[in-house]
């Protein structure tokens, strides 16, 4: 079976394909390498650059690759701060190209299709840790176009029986522990690489986005995940939905740290002293996101491998540090 991975030369996507790959699957991989790495993408993958916004680009794909049986949908902008600055990248763009993949998607009958959603889906959560049912409120434009696209889902199953899950990662971290791929932004926002170029010297310091949260030290707290055990989680998902039923899980490890011990952690994994300094807050933050991953488990039989924050952040040091520059090194 050949299964279409769009945005798959990115962080989780890239990650995913090279498990796949280990697993036997035919993988083609659609990526306009916006934030993608062409170095990212395994040898045994199928590529092909393109972007989701052209819909005669997606045409081609489907044309070239008539046998896509499954698709799992990661491209996307995915970042909570930046959509809070430029609302329509993440309202019309997530949007169109997520409306373009479906409707050529289901003109091709294709039936089973994972997506890549997230914890920004829960800004008021009514219980920690998060369960799959809470209510959707999200935290940003970024969360609520993942909303939307979870609508559109539905109503690709009401008509066309397009079966599909949705999975809603917390915060996905660390690398592949042999060392070939990992986390590699430009720009750089998220924490764990920037916690890690302080190490290396390459920034002065991490700023910590306030420390006047309703959490015990007053920073974030947030459920980090490694991102083979997410790629572990698609493979389950896509398996899953053969049985003709669509779902949503929440996936994290069930562990909330704050960012202050993440910094710790971070500071005896490399053995460096990490300056930080507190700054204001960031808007869209929601003060704890910690998920309820129960469903997945007893559902799926879903076992993540990376139960520490120390295990996690160790495979993101191994990479950080040997590839200073990211794909670039
Ligand atoms: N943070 C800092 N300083 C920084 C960068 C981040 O304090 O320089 C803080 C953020 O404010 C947040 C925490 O560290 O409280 C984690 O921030 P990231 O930017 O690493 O990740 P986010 O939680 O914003 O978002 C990530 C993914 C999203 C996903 C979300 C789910 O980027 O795609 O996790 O929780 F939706």
Redesign the pocket.
């Known amino acids: 079976m050949t299964i279409l991975v769009t945005g798959g030369a990115g962080y989780v996507g890239s990650h995913t394909v090279h498990y796949m790959i280990e697993k036997g699957y035919d993988i083609v991989v659609f990526d306009n390498l916006y934030m993608g790495h062409r170095e990212a993408v395994h040898d045994k993958a199928a590529f092909v650059q393109g972007d989701l916004l052209n819909r005669d680009d997606i045409a081609a794909v489907f044309r070239d690759y008539p046998d896509i049986d499954g698709i799992v949908h990661f491209a996307s902008h995915?970042?909570?701060?930046e959509s809070m600055q430029k609302p329509w990248l993440y309202l019309r763009d997530n949007i169109t190209a997520a409306s373009n993949l479906l409707e050529l998607a289901t003109e091709h009958d294709v039936k089973r299709f994972v997506f890549s959603s997230?914890?920004?889906l829960f800004d008021e959560p009514e219980s920690m840790p998060i369960r799959a049912d809470n209510k959707i409120i999200p935290g940003s434009p970024?969360?609520e176009s993942k909303a939307m696209i979870e609508r559109l889902l539905h109503w690709m199953d009401v008509i066309h029986d397009l079966k599909w899950c949705g999975l809603r990662?917390?915060?996905?971290a660390g690398a592949h522990p042999d060392g070939v791929i990992g986390e590699d932004h430009t720009p750089e926002?998220?924490?764990?690489p920037?916690t890690f170029q302080v190490a290396l010297g390459q920034r002065e310091q991490?700023?910590?986005?306030?420390d006047d949260y309703d959490t015990p030290d007053g920073?974030?707290v947030?459920d980090y995940v490694h991102v083979l055990d997410l790629a572990q989680a698609h493979v389950l998902a896509l398996e899953a939905i053969k049985d003709g039923r669509s779902r949503q899980y929440n996936l994290g490890t069930g562990n909330g740290y704050s960012?202050k011990q993440l910094v710790d952690t971070a500071q005896q994994v490399s053995g460096k002293e990490i300056k930080h300094v507190i700054?204001d807050r960031?808007p869209?933050?929601p003060a704890t996101?910690i998920a309820d991953s129960t469903a997945i488990k007893e559902e799926l039989g879903w076992a993540p491998q990376f139960d520490s924050l120390e295990k996690i952040l160790e495979t993101a040091w191994q990479w950080h540090s040997t590839h200073p520059e990211g794909y670039d090194s």
């Open positions: 995915t970042m909570v701060g997230t914890a920004n970024y969360g990662y917390f915060n996905a926002t998220h924490l764990i920037i991490l700023t910590i986005f306030g920073t974030c947030r960012i700054g960031r869209g933050d996101l």
